[in-house]
């Protein structure tokens, strides 16, 4: 599914089209559509945390959100070796709306509970 970048995403921030492709019920690969050199690997938050935030009125502008809007919130994963070790950008979750296929990155500085990014080892059931 391809996606409209409506607000730049921070140090990308000529990336204009990106499509997403899951990769299991988990994790999803997003691609540059202008740049195959541009890929990242994203991760439901949901399934680690507890995580809640309020979109900001631009965005919501931005992606044209309502209250029938579907969305689809999801956070860069910084691969790493052992996969445990593999670091998840919890102050910038992606958000996109399904409905009429426009995203963006949200920055989360107020009452942030998170860390910039955080080891997906902390979050993992031992």
């Given at each position: 599914m391809?996606?409209?970048i409506s607000?730049p995403?921070?140090?990308?921030?000529?990336?204009?089209e990106?499509e997403?492709q899951k990769?299991?019920?988990?994790f999803?690969k997003?691609q540059?559509?202008?740049?195959?050199h541009?890929?990242?690997?994203?991760?439901d938050?949901?399934v680690?945390?507890?995580?809640?935030?309020?979109?900001p009125e631009?965005i919501?502008?931005l992606?044209?959100i309502d209250k029938?809007s579907?969305l689809?919130?999801?956070n860069?994963l910084l691969i790493?070796?052992?996969?445990e070790?593999?670091?998840?950008?919890?102050?910038?979750?992606?958000?996109?709306?399904?409905?009429n296929?426009?995203?963006a990155q949200?920055?989360?500085?107020?009452n942030?509970?998170f860390s910039?990014v955080?080891?997906?080892?902390?979050?993992l059931?031992k």
């Open positions: 391809k996606f409209e607000a995403l921070l140090g990308f921030e000529t990336l204009k990106v997403l990769i299991d019920d988990i999803m997003m540059s559509t202008e740049d195959k541009i890929s990242f690997t994203l991760i938050p949901f680690l945390v507890d995580y809640d935030f309020e979109i631009k919501r502008e992606l044209e029938d579907n689809l919130i999801l860069i790493q070796t052992p996969i070790d593999s670091m998840v950008n919890f102050i910038g979750p992606l958000v996109f709306n399904t409905n296929h426009k995203a949200i920055i989360l500085t107020e942030n509970k910039m955080e080891k997906i080892s902390t979050y059931k």
